[in-house]
């Protein structure tokens, strides 16, 4: 009050001329402070509008009027400070963007909803409107949408043929080719639904992959013929072979087969009309199931996500509108085709969109943009560790004489964003983060540097993902008083999670085949009684205007390879090759490196484990990015007061031999160990030896 009677003072005080500059420099204070707020209201006017339209149509009309009655509320009752509104200023152009995209993907996915219509039915709409234009570009194939669509007819008419109906599973073992996208095509068509099998997986994996899928048949490429053949014996009575000869340099005679058992799908492929589909299949529906696309399989005990036609809609038109992709766009995708990455967001683009998507059967760092180049590509997909080793390649012509204009994918880290656009004359990046079990999705649809996604400040309720407070080690919420979730401020890592809304494609949660592993992934009373969330476990932190950056992972699992890892699991498996004595796995950080390479610490004081054996083993039966990259044998265990073995302290010792008195080791590039000297540690720390 002093001050202002002071201001006052000196105002009525200061001669007639001054306080009319002072006047007038306080009007027009007010003006620009008036313009400012209108040009505010004119751009919040119209996005709050559009908010509300969008959960008018989507939620109803009572839930639509409540949400423009909130935002009334917020905007103009709670009066919120200027901060607010320049970030609401900024943000503005990206969040509208952002919001008409999704108008368009929930617009889309009703319209195909309302007309009951599934995968099959909308890329055969493709067919007849580009039946020539090419669909999939291999090493050395290429296929059309007429070519791709006749595939997928005769593979739904051999099975229908052989009794396979609506509901039944048929497990698929395949590498990157057109045939792969055909045969699980194909058998929607006829409402069998498809697990696309990890080619990594051997053994006691492959086994529980095709168990847990409740397979009634597995189709495989011969090159698989081997893996098969391990663990045929021990399948259900009830699983039926097929072989594809996906090698036409190997013979399709006995050697070819599986113990006999297998029935050569090339040839009965032959003997059935290309044309249609018979006309006794039955009709699958738009929420129909489609795929299962495995999660986490780390040890032999993968879980079977659950895709259906609805879910693969939504990821695939996500993108697609969020990034702003064309028709006339070719995408380029090393990654494999059971994955959600390159099976849904690239090869989506071409059954639902009528774009060209090239594959690959195996990454090659050197030949990416140089397949960019050759195939005439305009958008690359990769994930963090493909551009790490993209950029390490030598320097070459193709670096920039390519067409491509985008790159999306996940896990560019912001340490080499730069460079990598900046060396491969990358107008834009397109970073996005989810689950494929999940439905916490998000997407960085301006390039931002470092950013996986955003939160809209303006309104956040719109899309509703949240970042609660949570534990870092267990990954369990931090509750209050009222035992409901605490939302994280903005700069303070916090756990993601995406609210659940059943019959809403876009926040329904699908989960696993095994019921009791979706229940894991869920987390209840979020904000208030009875609500429900899926929880990602990975730890994310927001800025001031709502970017969103990883942090890293809660609890038992870690992210290696572009995969992620699950510590129990492996642990699990490595217990039992080493006669169950104590195991402790743990990710580890390698300087340079995406993600954190697995450690393991087993409990072996006299050293009875033979490393030599224990590597072959594991090279033979345990995915590659699954496998320990380091070993140490502990003289001795520290338990807790629950009698839980402590991973913190030896997870912070990691691999450094100075301050480590227990034998280490790490894994060479045949998959054999060999002792990890200081001298090799130095060569770590240098980033002298890759893994």
Same mark, same amino acid.
């Given at each position: 009050?002093?001050?202002?009677?002071?201001?006052?003072?000196?105002?009525?005080?200061?001669?007639?001329?001054?306080?009319?500059?002072?006047?007038?420099?306080?009007?027009?204070?007010?003006?620009?402070?008036?313009?400012?707020?209108?040009?505010?209201?004119?751009?919040?006017?119209?996005?709050?509008?559009?908010?509300?339209?969008?959960?008018?149509?989507?939620?109803?009309?009572?839930?639509?009027?409540?949400?423009?009655?909130?935002?009334?509320?917020?905007?103009?009752?709670?009066?919120?400070?200027?901060?607010?509104?320049?970030?609401?200023?900024?943000?503005?152009?990206?969040?509208?963007?952002?919001?008409?995209?999704?108008?368009?993907?929930?617009?889309?996915?009703?319209?195909?909803?309302?007309? &009951?219509?599934?995968?099959?039915?909308?890329?055969?709409?493709?067919?007849?409107?580009?039946?020539?234009?090419?669909?999939?570009?291999?090493?050395?194939?290429?296929?059309?949408?007429?070519?791709?669509?006749?595939?997928?007819?005769?593979?739904?008419?051999?099975?229908?043929?052989?009794?396979?109906?609506?509901?039944?599973?048929?497990?698929?073992?395949?590498? &990157?080719?057109?045939?792969?996208?055909?045969?699980?095509?194909?058998?929607?068509?006829?409402?069998?639904?498809?697990?696309?099998?990890?080619?990594?997986?051997?053994?006691?994996?492959?086994?529980?992959?095709?168990?847990?899928? &409740?397979?009634?048949?597995?189709?495989?490429?011969?090159?698989?013929?081997?893996?098969?053949?391990?663990?045929?014996?021990?399948?259900?009575?009830?699983?039926?072979?097929?072989?594809?000869?996906?090698?036409?340099?190997?013979?399709?005679?006995?050697?070819?087969?599986?113990?006999?058992?297998?029935?050569?799908?090339?040839?009965?492929?032959?003997?059935?009309?290309?044309?249609?589909?018979?006309?006794?299949?039955?009709?699958?529906?738009?929420?129909?199931?489609?795929?299962?696309?495995?999660?986490?399989?780390?040890?032999?005990?993968?879980?079977?996500?659950?895709?259906?036609?609805?879910?693969?809609?939504?990821?695939?038109?996500?993108?697609?509108?969020?990034?702003?992709?064309?028709?006339?766009?070719?995408?380029?995708?090393?990654?494999?085709?059971?994955?959600?990455?390159?099976?849904?967001?690239?090869?989506?683009?071409?059954?639902?969109?009528?774009?060209?998507?090239?594959?690959?059967?195996?990454?090659?760092?050197?030949?990416?943009?140089?397949?960019?180049?050759?195939?005439?590509?305009?958008?690359?997909?990769?994930?963090?560790?493909?551009?790490?080793?993209?950029?390490?390649?030598?320097?070459?012509?193709?670096?920039?004489?390519?067409?491509?204009?985008?790159?999306?994918?996940?896990?560019?880290?912001?340490?080499?964003?730069?460079?990598?656009?900046?060396?491969?004359?990358?107008?834009?990046?397109?970073?996005?983060?989810?689950?494929?079990?999940?439905?916490?999705?998000?997407?960085?649809?301006?390039?931002?540097?470092?950013?996986?996604?955003?939160?809209?400040?303006?309104?956040?309720?719109?899309?509703?993902?949240?970042?609660?407070?949570?534990?870092?080690?267990?990954?369990?919420?931090?509750?209050?008083?009222?035992?409901?979730?605490?939302?994280?401020?903005?700069?303070?890592?916090?756990?993601?999670?995406?609210?659940?809304?059943?019959?809403?494609?876009?926040?329904?949660?699908?989960?696993?085949?095994?019921?009791?592993?979706?229940?894991?992934?869920?987390?209840?009373?979020?904000?208030?009684?009875?609500?429900?969330?899926?929880?990602?476990?990975?730890?994310?932190?927001?800025?001031?205007?709502?970017?969103?950056?990883?942090?890293?992972?809660?609890?038992?699992?870690?992210?290696?390879?572009?995969?992620?890892?699950?510590?129990?699991?492996?642990?699990?498996?490595?217990?039992?090759?080493?006669?169950?004595?104590?195991?402790?796995?743990?990710?580890?950080?390698?300087?340079?490196?995406?993600?954190?390479?697995?450690?393991?610490?087993?409990?072996?004081?006299?050293?009875?484990?033979?490393?030599?054996?224990?590597?072959?083993?594991?090279?033979?039966?345990?995915?590659?990015?699954?496998?320990?990259?380091?070993?140490?044998?502990?003289?001795?265990?520290?338990?807790?007061?629950?009698?839980?073995?402590?991973?913190?302290?030896?997870?912070?010792?990691?691999?450094?031999?100075?301050?480590?008195?227990?034998?280490?080791?790490?894994?060479?590039?045949?998959?054999?160990?060999?002792?990890?000297?200081?001298?090799?540690?130095?060569?770590?720390?240098?980033?002298?030896?890759?893994?």
């Amino acid at each position: 009050m002093l001050a202002v009677n002071r201001a006052r003072e000196k105002y009525l005080t200061a001669p007639k001329e001054v306080q009319i500059s002072m006047g007038n420099e306080k009007a027009n204070v007010n003006e620009k402070s008036s313009r400012r707020a209108w040009l505010l209201l004119g751009l919040l006017v119209p996005l709050l509008s559009a908010i509300t339209a969008v959960v008018w149509y989507y939620e109803g009309t009572w839930y639509g009027l409540a949400a423009l009655y909130s935002s009334l509320v917020v905007v103009l009752l709670v009066k919120p400070g200027w901060r607010w509104f320049y970030i609401a200023a900024v943000t503005g152009p990206r969040d509208t963007i952002a919001l008409i995209a999704y108008i368009r993907v929930l617009l889309f996915i009703k319209r195909l909803e309302r007309k &009951n219509l599934n995968v099959g039915d909308v890329f055969e709409a493709n067919v007849a409107k580009q039946p020539d234009k090419l669909a999939i570009v291999s090493e050395s194939q290429k296929w059309t949408f007429r070519q791709l669509n006749e595939q997928a007819n005769r593979v739904a008419n051999v099975f229908h043929s052989h009794g396979y109906k609506k509901g039944d599973v048929v497990g698929l073992l395949l590498e &990157n080719r057109p045939e792969f996208v055909a045969t699980w095509l194909g058998l929607s068509k006829i409402g069998v639904i498809t697990p696309l099998i990890n080619t990594n997986l051997r053994g006691a994996s492959l086994q529980h992959s095709i168990k847990v899928g &409740n397979c009634t048949a597995l189709i495989y490429g011969i090159s698989y013929r081997l893996a098969v053949m391990d663990i045929a014996k021990d399948l259900p009575a009830h699983v039926a072979l097929y072989q594809f000869n996906d090698e036409p340099n190997v013979s399709e005679g006995a050697e070819g087969l599986t113990q006999g058992l297998a029935q050569q799908l090339n040839a009965l492929l032959e003997t059935v009309p290309k044309d249609k589909v018979a006309a006794g299949a039955s009709r699958t529906d738009h929420q129909d199931k489609l795929v299962y696309i495995y999660t986490s399989g780390t040890t032999g005990l993968p879980k079977a996500a659950v895709i259906t036609h609805s879910r693969y809609f939504f990821i695939a038109a996500g993108i697609h509108y969020t990034l702003g992709f064309r028709d006339t766009d070719v995408f380029y995708t090393p990654l494999p085709l059971y994955h959600t990455a390159g099976g849904i967001m690239s090869m989506g683009q071409a059954l639902l969109f009528g774009s060209t998507v090239v594959i690959r059967k195996k990454f090659s760092a050197s030949g990416y943009f140089a397949d960019c180049a050759r195939f005439k590509c305009t958008v690359g997909q990769y994930i963090g560790e493909m551009a790490r080793y993209v950029l390490a390649t030598p320097e070459a012509p193709h670096d920039r004489q390519h067409q491509v204009r985008m790159v999306f994918g996940n896990g560019l880290r912001p340490q080499i964003w730069k460079q990598f656009v900046d060396r491969f004359n990358i107008a834009k990046v397109g970073e996005f983060y989810g689950a494929t079990e999940g439905n916490a999705n998000i997407m960085n649809n301006d390039s931002t540097m470092g950013a996986i996604g955003f939160i809209s400040r303006i309104l956040p309720q719109i899309y509703p993902i949240s970042i609660i407070r949570a534990d870092p080690h267990t990954g369990e919420p931090i509750r209050n008083e009222k035992g409901l979730c605490q939302l994280c401020a903005p700069h303070e890592p916090g756990v993601f999670i995406g609210k659940i809304v059943k019959g809403n494609p876009t926040r329904e949660f699908l989960g696993y085949v095994d019921t009791k592993a979706s229940s894991k992934k869920v987390v209840y009373d979020v904000f208030c009684k009875g609500d429900k969330a899926f929880i990602s476990g990975d730890l994310l932190v927001a800025d001031e205007r709502g970017y969103l950056y990883f942090k890293d992972r809660t609890g038992d699992t870690f992210r290696w390879k572009g995969e992620n890892v699950s510590t129990s699991e492996v642990e699990a498996q490595l217990s039992n090759l080493v006669n169950y004595k104590d195991t402790i796995v743990y990710g580890v950080c390698i300087p340079q490196t995406e993600g954190r390479a697995g450690m393991a610490a087993i409990y072996d004081p006299i050293r009875e484990v033979d490393v030599s054996r224990l590597g072959t083993i594991l090279a033979s039966d345990m995915p590659s990015y699954a496998r320990p990259q380091f070993l140490r044998f502990l003289r001795r265990v520290d338990l807790t007061g629950t009698f839980k073995l402590r991973k913190v302290e030896l997870q912070q010792q990691g691999y450094n031999p100075a301050i480590i008195e227990d034998e280490l080791y790490y894994a060479q590039p045949d998959g054999s160990y060999a002792p990890l000297t200081q001298s090799i540690f130095e060569q770590i720390q240098r980033n002298e030896l890759r893994f």
